[in-house]
């Protein structure tokens, strides 16, 4: 079975300075794991995600992840906020033991303020 | 342009209507699901479906049937809405067969639903 835990229900930083949300995740395989994040009222965008291969992922707007098979975690973050990253941010986890199904976190809504 | 497009976005309805949210992707997705999102919980998925005439419950199946008759569309369907399923839905597909390996999902915009 799989789970994901984000560690964080609210983060607030200033603008500026360094964004670091937390995500623990079990998983019976090789698991791939997903940030995305949600702006209020709008859909769901993928930030970045993480398949078996660099265990650094680079996405989107400046973000990143590590994949930390020894911590189980794949905490997402980021050098300088912007006020646009204010948002919901979700820690996604698949694995072939859930088919394609992805097992989402409850998310960490990250307030920037100026 | 590759999308999943969800229809109606915004729905109010009364209890006991018969409701229909339609999904559609033009990726030729083997692969669909749908999804409630509700605050403090995060995604959990209701039905999938791994092809044409194969589908399955997710984690909260209940109150909802789902079909898929095309490959391209996959509806989801609230018999007899009660005010417990007002919440946001969405849908996604993901290409199982690719030649690059990534079974990334594609998510519609979302379906805001009340049920009065």
């Known amino acids: 079975a799989q789970s994901v835990t984000q560690l964080d229900s609210h983060v607030s930083v200033s603008e500026g300075t360094p964004v670091l949300l937390r995500c623990n995740y079990s998983s019976s395989y090789s698991p791939s794991l997903f940030w995305y994040v949600q702006h209020p009222n709008k859909g769901l965008q993928l930030l970045l995600k993480y398949t078996s291969a660099a265990t650094l992922v680079k996405g989107i707007n400046g973000f990143e992840a590590e994949f930390k098979k020894s911590e189980t975690s794949f905490h997402l973050t980021k050098p300088s906020a912007h006020m646009s990253d204010a948002a919901e941010y979700f820690c996604?986890?698949?694995?072939?033991?859930?088919?394609?199904?992805?097992?989402f976190g409850k998310g960490t809504s990250l307030l920037v303020t100026p | 342009e590759a999308q999943v497009t969800q229809n109606p976005r915004y729905l109010i309805t009364v209890t006991g209507k018969k409701l229909t949210v339609t999904c559609s992707q033009n990726?030729?997705?083997?692969?669909m699901s749908w999804y409630r999102q509700d605050p403090g919980l995060g995604l959990r998925q209701i039905y999938y479906s791994m092809n044409v005439e194969v589908t399955d419950k997710g984690d909260v199946p209940e109150g909802y049937k789902v079909s898929r008759k095309e490959k391209r569309n996959f509806p989801l369907i609230l018999e007899s809405p009660s005010p417990n399923q007002t919440s946001l839905y969405f849908c996604?597909?993901?290409?199982?067969?690719?030649?690059?390996?990534?079974?990334?999902?594609?998510f519609g915009p979302g379906t805001r639903l009340t049920v009065t």
């Open positions: 996604v986890v698949s694995d072939q033991g859930s088919g394609y199904a992805l097992n």
């Open positions: 996604a597909s993901i290409p199982i067969y690719t030649r690059s390996g990534s079974h990334e999902q594609y």
């Open positions: 990726m030729n997705h083997e692969y």
